[in-house]
């Protein structure tokens, strides 16, 4: 039996499959449970069972390994496999290091930071110990312990992989490590850190005055670089945005090689089935953060990696509110990582709390607006819910609520949907993994406009008009990509900093969200698409500068247009394309009527100032939007 990734499918013995998971924790279930659960889920229709491989729960003293249930019956995890592999059903592992899974010290040994944590953990820039499960990610005393770990586990999960006739058919590395900075808005200060930052700075820049020239500053060698601030401090001035573009660049790159070493120790150790790694991001029933954790691991993606990336879909309810947002984080995951299949790697079965009743029409409706969504597979998290083991879960004995089994493994009233579901993609699956949009409009996806999980205040000594981080939700998330989902009108995205400028001349219409901040090759992508006759849509402004901070105005200049100013305005209101008193944000971005004939106004606000126009100059397909 063979089991792969194909583009954007799974392939199991040579054929498409839509991949159908649930996750079961051996550890947080009774041993003479197991059996009961694992049926259950068969009986569902579910073909695969994902669970994860905590660290600390297999060595729990230094040097003392139980695999086989020697030292508590909830650790044989051969037992487990076995069973798996008995009743039909196919396993995914999570090995970790870490796992979070709300299970203390996110997987790591409780042996592992009594020893090292003062040393080992993530640092602020005062040198104070962050309040973090997360530790120093190339720290030597992690990483020894880390190889011994893999040194025990992998070896076992490559006895039972696919290749070798056991249940194994997929591996997660590692789990969510953006998400402790992310969380705590705080990067690591550990001194090696800044060893590796310069490491970073010197071969993108290899000369220090161009570092000079872009920061103002007065370095004679890459060693005097010191790292930027964290905490509250504000950016006041453009270069102190171009360092901190590049500060976020650099953790891109530092996770990129993390777990490139990992994926690399994984494979030296004889695992060959297909790897992934989970993307953090729903925050209480709203997605509109994901795409920060979605850019956190740009390094990686496309040919830059193997590892395909799972996503979060956790909404808890469904309103009005999120009806668009597993649909803008699919599209989004598709548009960076590239020709590899869309999986759904936590996909909400239950609640990690106890007041967040979950109703299961509301999740089918839910789960078939996911698989129209463009999803190839899914893991319902939890399909069980758990005991935690004593002094092991975060927050009480209970893990998760109204799965669709009991602890126990009696069933409940989300149990029918799963099934019914399981119904659906055996009678459709050929439909669903064949399944590909057509759509004549491309709405742009800019990762720089989300790298911002350490972003600092911002100091009118920058000169913004338009800060991303404050207007990218209303504008975008909740308004562009909402707005076309409840039209109806369908829509392809691409990722404006990767794509292949021919990518774009196949749409007959773009939408590009803009602010002050764009770098000059993808200025030029955009004036390209003009010139060769595409219907362009930007908005709320064209950029004049960088992201280095260094003066850029592409558009403007291919355009011959210069804003004549901003409007700021209580209560604004304007009047275009023939509507009257339309609600729009301030400010809005003006433009003085001697650069375009007034047949081209299209928006006019209540100062009588021109906002919005169309046809600009030469160019017959353009469309300025500054009302945001």
């Known amino acids: 039996m063979t089991f792969k990734t194909e583009g954007e499918n799974f392939i199991l013995n040579g054929e498409k499959v839509f991949l159908n ?187 220090i005055e161009i570092i000079n020239n872009l920061w103002n500053k007065k370095y004679s060698d890459f060693n005097d670089i010191e790292l930027p601030p964290d905490g509250l401090v504000p950016y006041l001035s453009r270069e102190e945005r171009g360092i901190d573009h590049e500060w976020h660049n650099f953790w891109r790159r530092y996770y990129g090689d993390y777990l490139r070493m990992l994926t690399n120790m994984i494979r030296e150790r004889g695992i060959d089935v297909p790897l992934y790694h989970n993307l953090p991001g729903w925050i209480y029933g709203n997605g509109f953060e994901f795409p920060v954790n979605i850019t956190m691991y740009e390094d990686l993606y496309r040919e830059k990696s193997e590892i395909i990336f799972g996503v979060d879909h956790i909404p808890e309810f469904m309103s009005y509110r999120n009806l668009h947002d597993d649909r803008i984080i699919n599209d989004i995951t598709r548009a960076m990582q590239g020709n590899k299949p869309l999986f759904a790697a936590e996909f909400q079965c239950g609640s990690r709390e106890y007041h967040v009743v979950t109703n299961p029409r509301e999740l089918e409706l839910f789960y078939k607006a996911s698989i129209a969504n463009a999803l190839t597979g899914w893991n319902y998290y939890m399909f069980s819910q758990g005991i935690n083991p004593e002094r092991k879960g975060y927050s009480g004995s209970t893990f998760y609520w109204f799965n669709p089994l009991t602890p126990e493994g009696e069933k409940t009233e989300v149990y029918p949907l799963v099934s019914k579901m399981s119904r659906i993609i055996k009678t459709s699956e050929k439909i669903i993994v064949e399944a590909k949009r057509k759509a004549e409009v491309c709405v742009l996806f800019y990762p720089p406009y989300y790298a911002t999980e350490l972003e600092r205040p911002v100091d009118p000594g920058c000169g913004l008009i338009f800060n991303y981080s404050s207007i990218r939700r209303p504008a975008y998330f909740d308004g562009l990509l909402k707005v076309l989902q409840v039209l109806n009108i369908d829509y392809d995205m691409a990722d404006l900093y990767n794509c292949d400028p021919a990518e774009l001349n196949k749409y007959k219409q773009i939408w590009a969200f803009a602010t002050d901040e764009m770098d000059r090759k993808d200025q030029i992508k955009l004036l390209d698409y003009v010139e060769q006759g595409g219907n362009l849509i930007i908005y709320p402004n064209l950029p004049d500068r960088e992201m280095s901070g260094q003066k850029c105005g592409i558009i403007r200049d291919g ?6 100013g901003t409007d700021f305005i209580d209560s604004p209101l304007i009047d275009i394309i023939g509507y009257k008193d339309i609600k729009c944000a301030n400010p809005q971005i003006v433009y003085n009527e001697n650069i375009f004939k007034e047949s081209e106004i299209i928006a006019i606000n209540l100062n009588s100032k021109y906002v919005d126009f169309q046809n600009p100059m030469e160019l017959e397909k353009l469309l300025i939007s500054a009302h945001g």
């Not at 355009?559 to 004549?564: C, D, N, Q, R």
Request: charge should be negative; glycine fraction near 8%; proline fraction near 5%.
């Open 559 to 564: 355009l011959k247009i210069e804003p004549g």
């Open 21 to 207: 998971s649930g996750e079961i924790h051996y550890f947080r279930i009774k041993k003479e449970l197991w059996e009961k659960h694992l049926i259950a889920a068969k009986d569902a229709g579910l073909t695969t069972i994902s669970t994860y491989v905590p660290w600390a729960w297999h060595e729990p003293k230094e040097g003392e390994f139980d695999f086989n249930g020697s030292t508590c019956p909830e650790r044989d995890i051969e037992s487990w496999l076995r069973l798996c592999s008995k009743l039909g059903l196919k396993s995914i592992l999570k090995p970790g290091p870490f796992i979070l899974a709300e299970y203390r010290g996110a997987g790591l040994p409780d042996w592992f930071f009594e020893k090292y944590g003062d040393e080992i953990k993530m640092h602020n820039s005062k040198g104070e110990k962050v309040n973090s499960d997360g530790v120093s990610l190339f720290h030597p005393a992690y990483l020894e312990k880390v190889h011994v770990w893999y040194d025990r586990i992998m070896p076992l999960i490559a006895d039972y992989q696919i290749s070798n006739g056991g249940p194994v058919i997929m591996m997660q590395v590692c789990n969510e490590i953006g998400v402790f900075s992310w969380l705590a808005h705080q990067a690591d200060y550990n001194y090696r850190v800044k060893a590796h930052f310069i490491g970073f700075l010197s071969e993108k820049y290899k000369d």
